[in-house]
């Protein structure tokens, strides 16, 4: 087999593409550190290798000697090392080490192993025998590897599943063709052949080399959109977290507006009437009823600043500090004021968290429903039932003398309005209606106790 010394115009462009693909993606993998691209670049490297000893250049640069010497030692070597490297950069791209195919596995090792170890018996054959017949070994290890590759190109099909790796196989699949013609032109070479059996190699490779390109565009721009996502998430994660602790500032904020106007209505309006009530004791001596008034006063204020105080407890946060602090309030409010008293809780409680300001809100709807009790109904005995499941459920019951009509429920005025501005503020509801006596129901709906 000899060897066309002419310098090849087609394979010295294709050369100085590979050339110009080795720089591009030295620079890709310095940004990239993507190590897929480490295994290209020692394809592209003997693929240029391959391209520089069939151009001609060698005996352009060096002179027909040293081309001649290169033809005989390390032609062959050099061809096969480089279909090598090209099988392992395929099997590399479908993951071939993270892959659950063994033979795809032990098809590589044993490629790579066979492959290398005939070129370097070549070598070592070249230097001992000289130019000597090698058509045995030329013709038997390329039909190996086509054997091969035919197999692992329908395994890798079978195992590809991004779109970077079937643009891989795109372009393997029109190298394995061409390497085809390669081998059948090569059996049937002729002087004059417009394109000689190692170009189609290199136009092969040419044409694999674009299709790569096209893959590592479309990895690059999948990753860079996979980044862009991930920073855009980050911004959103750290958005929504500068929203939350906005959010807490602005609850917080709301509950002191809160304890302040509490103190303000209770406290100051309770304060001014002692003060107001003290001047007139002491103008008038004898009448012990502002004294009174004062003491009623003063209790008045320490039960008030004993809710504020429990409301504002971050302890006493959960629907169960809530119920229990109903049940204790109710017990002692009508038992004070000789009045029987069954109240019924659940057994058991999850971990629902109830706000400062609805636990306040709907303590005060359950103590004015008690107040209005003592002081309007003439009951002997009340009934309270407390139950939740998707909505809290409140019903008090008392077997007083209930409302004759709605005009007597609308003159109880203002207790009953804060009450059901109160539910209202609390995103439930309050009804109330005759059934032996008064019943006053509160629903709040438990998604809505701790907004």
Same mark, same amino acid.
């Given at each position: 087999?000899?060897?066309?010394?002419?310098?090849?115009?087609?394979?010295?462009?294709?050369?100085?593409?590979?050339?110009?693909? #080795?720089?591009?993606?030295?620079?890709?993998?310095?940004?990239?550190?993507?190590?897929?691209?480490?295994?290209?670049?020692?394809?592209?490297? *003997?693929?240029?290798?391959?391209?520089?000893?069939?151009?001609?250049?060698?005996?352009?640069?060096?002179?027909?000697?040293?081309?001649?010497?290169?033809?005989?030692?390390?032609?062959?070597?050099?061809?096969?090392?480089?279909?090598?490297?090209?099988?392992? #950069?395929?099997?590399?791209?479908?993951?071939?080490?993270?892959?659950?195919?063994?033979?795809?596995?032990?098809?590589?090792?044993?490629?790579?192993?066979?492959?290398?170890?005939?070129?370097?018996?070549?070598?070592?054959?070249?230097?001992?025998?000289?130019?000597?017949?090698?058509?045995?070994? *030329?013709?038997?290890?390329?039909?190996?590897?086509?054997?091969?590759?035919?197999?692992?190109?329908?395994?890798?099909?079978?195992?590809?599943?991004?779109?970077?790796?079937?643009?891989?196989?795109?372009?393997?699949?029109?190298?394995?063709?061409?390497?085809? @013609?390669?081998?059948?032109?090569?059996?049937?070479?002729?002087?004059?052949?417009?394109?000689?059996?190692?170009?189609?190699? @290199?136009?092969?490779?040419?044409?694999?080399?674009?299709? *790569?390109?096209?893959?590592?565009?479309?990895?690059?721009?999948?990753?860079?959109?996979?980044?862009?996502?991930?920073?855009?998430?980050?911004?959103?994660?750290?958005?929504?977290?500068?929203?939350?602790?906005?959010?807490?500032?602005?609850?917080?904020?709301?509950?002191?507006?809160?304890?302040?106007?509490?103190?303000?209505?209770?406290?100051?309006?309770?304060?001014?009437?002692?003060?107001?009530?003290?001047?007139?004791?002491?103008?008038?001596?004898?009448?012990?009823?502002?004294? #009174?008034?004062?003491?009623?006063?003063?209790?008045?204020?320490?039960?008030?600043?004993?809710?504020?105080?429990?409301?504002?407890?971050?302890?006493?946060?959960?629907?169960?500090?809530?119920?229990?602090?109903?049940?204790?309030?109710?017990?002692?409010?009508?038992?004070?004021?000789?009045?029987?008293?069954?109240?019924?809780?659940?057994?058991?409680?999850?971990?629902?968290?109830?706000?400062?300001?609805?636990?306040?809100?709907?303590?005060?709807?359950?103590?004015?429903?008690?107040?209005?009790?003592?002081?309007?109904?003439?009951?002997?005995?009340?009934?309270?039932?407390?139950?939740?499941?998707?909505?809290?459920?409140?019903?008090?019951?008392?077997?007083?003398?209930?409302?004759?009509?709605?005009?007597?429920?609308?003159?109880?005025?203002?207790?009953?309005?804060?009450?059901?501005?109160?539910?209202?503020?609390?995103?439930?509801?309050?009804?109330?209606?005759?059934?032996?006596?008064?019943?006053?129901?509160?629903?709040?709906?438990?998604?809505?106790?701790?907004?």
């Amino acid at each position: 087999m000899g060897q066309d010394y002419s310098i090849s115009i087609l394979t010295v462009i294709i050369l100085g593409s590979i050339l110009l693909a #080795f720089i591009y993606h030295i620079v890709l993998y310095c940004f990239s550190k993507d190590k897929l691209i480490i295994h290209y670049l020692l394809y592209i490297f *003997f693929a240029g290798l391959l391209s520089l000893n069939i151009s001609g250049l060698y005996s352009l640069w060096f002179g027909a000697t040293i081309n001649l010497y290169n033809s005989i030692h390390f032609n062959e070597a050099t061809q096969i090392i480089y279909l090598a490297f090209y099988f392992n #950069f395929i099997l590399q791209s479908v993951e071939v080490e993270k892959s659950k195919s063994t033979f795809l596995y032990y098809s590589w090792l044993s490629i790579m192993i066979i492959l290398i170890t005939y070129s370097v018996v070549n070598v070592i054959l070249s230097y001992k025998l000289g130019e000597f017949d090698d058509t045995y070994g *030329f013709f038997g290890i390329r039909i190996f590897i086509f054997v091969l590759t035919g197999m692992m190109l329908i395994r890798c099909y079978k195992l590809r599943n991004i779109t970077f790796q079937r643009y891989i196989l795109y372009g393997c699949s029109i190298y394995f063709i061409i390497g085809l @013609i390669s081998f059948i032109t090569n059996m049937y070479r002729t002087p004059n052949m417009l394109i000689n059996p190692p170009e189609w190699l @290199i136009i092969g490779s040419f044409i694999d080399i674009v299709f *790569f390109s096209i893959a590592i565009s479309y990895r690059n721009k999948q990753q860079w959109e996979s980044i862009n996502l991930a920073l855009l998430n980050d911004a959103n994660e750290i958005i929504a977290m500068q929203n939350l602790v906005l959010e807490k500032q602005n609850a917080l904020e709301d509950e002191r507006s809160r304890i302040a106007t509490d103190m303000h209505d209770d406290l100051g309006s309770g304060l001014t009437q002692i003060t107001y009530l003290s001047q007139m004791a002491m103008n008038d001596f004898d009448n012990k009823s502002n004294l #009174f008034k004062i003491k009623k006063t003063a209790t008045d204020l320490v039960e008030n600043m004993s809710e504020i105080i429990w409301a504002m407890k971050e302890e006493n946060n959960t629907l169960e500090d809530l119920i229990t602090y109903i049940k204790i309030y109710s017990f002692d409010y009508l038992e004070s004021n000789k009045i029987d008293t069954q109240i019924t809780i659940p057994e058991h409680f999850n971990k629902i968290i109830v706000t400062g300001n609805n636990r306040k809100n709907i303590f005060l709807c359950v103590k004015e429903s008690l107040h209005n009790i003592v002081k309007h109904s003439n009951a002997k005995n009340v009934i309270i039932t407390i139950t939740y499941l998707e909505i809290l459920e409140i019903k008090i019951q008392d077997n007083g003398i209930g409302f004759t009509n709605q005009l007597e429920l609308k003159t109880l005025g203002n207790g009953l309005r804060n009450m059901k501005s109160r539910m209202e503020k609390t995103g439930g509801q309050m009804e109330i209606f005759n059934k032996n006596g008064a019943v006053t129901l509160f629903t709040i709906p438990i998604k809505k106790l701790n907004q």
